[in-house]
């Protein structure tokens, strides 16, 4: 009888468990990651130090020109800034208000929590440059974005730089 008890229990932890990572967006840390930006964006490749500079808030412009706009999917921003910068959403906040108050001119991230809001907003902007989940990516059904190469490696590549396997070496 104690026995049953317990499994049952058990049983509706994991149901719980489920549950609450369906509803919070709760995701393995080992989720591969896509640098994307708009389709018609001049971006099409960039070096593994551009993009930290750039997600750093170090690299401001495209061509010297355009300001580049940062786009960030909320649910997926502390995996995205561990693996690229080895820093938590919350430490890249904290470095984006340092930047805005000692007078630097950045466009601060955009932040969305819906993939789709995050894909129709870089859609119409050819200055941004954001990130998706590959699960989600590989599940869009647009031709408004691309993926970014890094370091002459497209995003189906096994050590695409936002692959946890290549930042552990």
């Given amino acids: 009888m104690i026995k049953r008890k317990k499994y049952r229990i058990t049983f509706l932890l994991l149901i719980l468990l489920a549950v609450f990572s369906q509803l919070t967006g709760f995701t393995a840390i080992d989720e591969r990651m896509v640098v994307v930006v708009a389709a018609s964006s001049d971006i099409d490749s960039l070096s593994l130090g551009e993009l930290k500079d750039i997600f750093r808030g170090e690299l401001r412009l495209i061509d010297n020109e355009y300001p580049i706009q940062i786009v960030e999917y909320s649910p997926f921003s502390d995996i995205f800034y561990r693996n690229l910068l080895n820093r938590s959403s919350y430490s890249m906040g904290k470095l984006w208000l340092r930047l805005i108050f000692t007078g630097g001119k950045v466009n601060t991230p955009k932040s969305f929590t819906s993939a789709e809001k995050l894909v129709r907003f870089l859609q119409t902007q050819v200055?941004?440059?954001?990130?998706?989940?590959?699960?989600?990516?590989?599940?869009?059904?647009?031709?408004?974005?691309?993926?970014?190469?890094?370091?002459?490696?497209?995003?189906?590549?096994?050590?695409?730089?936002?692959?946890?396997?290549?930042?552990?070496r």
């Fill in 127 to 168: 200055n941004a440059i954001g990130f998706i989940p590959l699960s989600i990516y590989d599940d869009l059904e647009s031709d408004k974005i691309k993926p970014v190469v890094i370091d002459s490696l497209n995003y189906q590549h096994p050590e695409y730089l936002m692959d946890k396997k290549k930042e552990s």
